[in-house]
């Protein structure tokens, strides 16, 4: 008999059709009666695939009594309650670097569109205004200074990329990693202060919560910009909004919000504001490759081998 899974949130087509080749699965944000399916598989799946967005709410980890593996369709867990699945010993996946190109290359293209206002570009043309004049002078990014907060697997690559743009690179982390070529700030404020961009790529956690303080924003100034390509958790939302609706912050580049998908009305009329998504890891070739991580890691817990990148 095939393995019971159950499906929290949709996939890719070609990767929902793998699952359901090997295992047999129950989709559960399609189930009319979610708790009359957990009530029927709650003895028998023992394993749930998900993302980083959904996660699994403690209620149905709760339900599901023969859990073995959660499977995250993403390389954030922080919807996961890692402690909780280490005392029931459930196995706890991600898809850790195979998406570190297409979320910094996603940072990189904000910081581009933020200081050289691609987007209102677009839309002066697009109106017809520019035979009746000039849109006007723009910022550049060539020897401008960026820190980085969170220099992890993503932030290395979106340090090189700024490397080769002429820029100058700084990070705030956990502790100083001796052999990267970055400058390292013990203190956030104190790099918010010196650089004119902050790009943040840390992990969603109870630690990171709210540690892009109002103090941090009001550092990085009214010539300085926000990046955030990490989770909306991070940055104190309320006090972004106040500081760029002021002017005491520059702008913000952000794929990511507090409370998705509802974003703040007050950021969609500004001017200094560019938004996404969450569309960090949303390339065609890079969903495929996290795709194929969920598959090979179920596929090796359920043949008892290592998992590929396990997360507990």
Same mark, same amino acid.
């Given at each position: 008999? +095939? ?5 929290? *949130? ?15 699965? =129950?989709? #559960? ?5 979610? $708790?009359?399916? #957990?009530?029927?598989?709650?003895? &028998? ?20 009594? @023969? ?11 922080? @919807?996961?309650?890692?402690?909780a699945c280490k005392a029931r010993g459930i196995r706890v996946t991600n898809t850790p670097d195979v998406l570190n190109d297409a979320v910094a290359?996603? *940072? ?5 569109? %933020? ?5 209102? /570009?677009? @839309? ?12 006007? %002078? &723009?910022?550049? #990014? &060539?020897?401008? =200074?960026?820190?980085? #907060? ?5 932030? +290395? ?21 001796p052999f990267e070529p970055f400058t390292f700030y013990a203190d956030l404020a104190a790099m918010a202060r010196d650089v004119d961009w902050l ?15 109002? +103090? ?13 390509? *990490?989770?909306?958790?991070?940055? $104190?939302?309320? /006090? ?11 702008? /913000?580049?952000? $794929? ?7 974003? !703040?009305?007050?950021?969609? &009329? ?6 996404? !998504? ?6 065609? +070739? ?5 795709? $194929?991580?969920?598959?090979?890691? %179920? ?8 998992? !590929?990148?396990?997360? *507990?």
């Open positions: 008999m +095939k393995p019971v899974l159950v499906q929290i *949130a949709p996939m890719l087509e070609s990767v929902e059709t793998r699952l359901g080749e090997a295992y047999e699965v =129950h989709r #559960l944000w399609e189930a009319e009666d979610r $708790d009359a399916l #957990l009530a029927r598989i709650g003895g &028998t799946a023992r394993g749930a695939v998900t993302n980083g967005h959904h996660g699994i709410a403690p209620a149905v980890l709760e339900r599901l009594g @023969a859990l073995e593996i959660v499977a995250s369709y993403g390389v954030g867990y922080d @919807a996961i309650d890692i402690a290359e996603l *940072a990189v293209g904000l910081m581009i569109a %933020l200081c050289r206002r691609i987007p209102q /570009a677009d @839309a002066w043309i697009r109106a017809g205004n520019w035979p009746s004049g000039s849109l006007g %002078l &723009t910022g550049e #990014l &060539t020897g401008a =200074h960026a820190g980085i #907060l969170g220099l992890g697997r993503i932030g +290395k690559d979106i340090a090189r990329r700024l490397q080769a743009m002429k820029m100058r690179v700084s990070y705030h982390g956990r502790r100083e990693q790009v943040v790529v840390a992990p969603g956690t109870a630690e990171t919560r709210g540690i892009v303080s109002r +103090k941090v924003l009001e550092a990085l100034g009214p010539e300085g910009a926000l990046v955030n390509v *990490a989770r909306g958790s991070i940055v $104190d939302e309320p /006090a972004l909004v106040e500081l760029l609706a002021s002017g005491a912050l520059g702008g /913000a580049a952000l $794929d990511v919000f507090a409370d998705e998908p509802q974003v !703040p009305e007050a950021l969609l &009329t500004m001017e200094n504001v560019v938004l996404s !998504p969450h569309q960090g890891s949303a390339t065609r +070739k890079t969903r495929a490759a996290m795709g $194929d991580l969920v598959v090979r890691n %179920l596929a090796a817990h359920f043949a008892g081998d290592p998992l !590929p990148t396990p997360v *507990a």
